[in-house]
């Protein structure tokens, strides 16, 4: 079951999509190590989410978005004990996921101390080797659609429990 009134934590994830192809990075260190990822993270103190997102691709694969639009929020919870890539959230923290898709950046993709990135056809993406939630809403992301979800991770990051539906806008 899902966890209620308990501390959110405000994050971005961008991905740049452009027609037939995606840019992702691997993950080099921290949570989420060793997976394919979008470029995203933390929300600075008094920091714009739109600019966080801008932020952190620039950081993480040295471009910048020219266009951004916000494609979904997801609230990922994970179960006490957790899983591998935990971190030590508990039930006591939510991270509030707030996805991005970009179509056009200035800049050659180049890799960082976090992240490696590289360009996949769409019917290529790496799911085996991302987070486990990918499967459910990337089709939604590919497809254009705006979405809302939450996911809660058990043991081994497993979905115990997910809701996921399309929206129009967002509040």
Known sequence: ????????????????HQSS?????????????????GFGGKVELGEAIEDAARREVREEAGVEVLDIEKAGIIEFEFS?????????????????VHIFRSGGFSGEPAESD???????????????????????WFPLFLKGKKFHGRFLFG???KVLEY???????FA
């Not at 192809?21 to 997976?35: D, E, I, N, P």
């Not at 976090?114 to 459910?136: C, K, L």
Request: net charge negative; glycine share 14%.
């Open 80 to 96: 006490s004990g957790g899983g591998s890539a935990s971190g030590g959230h508990g039930n006591s923290e939510i991270l509030e």
């Open 1 to 16: 079951m899902f966890a209620d009134n308990v501390r959110k934590k405000i994050l971005t994830l961008c991905i740049i």
């Open 114 to 136: 976090e992240m490696r990135p590289q360009w996949f056809a769409v019917d290529e993406i790496p799911f085996a080797s991302m987070w486990p939630d990918d499967t459910y």
């Open 21 to 37: 192809r995606v840019l992702l990075g691997m993950k080099k260190q921290g949570f989420g190590a060793g997976r394919w990822n």
């Open 163 to 169: 809701s996921l539906s399309e929206v129009k806008q």
């Open 155 to 157: 043991d081994g990051d």
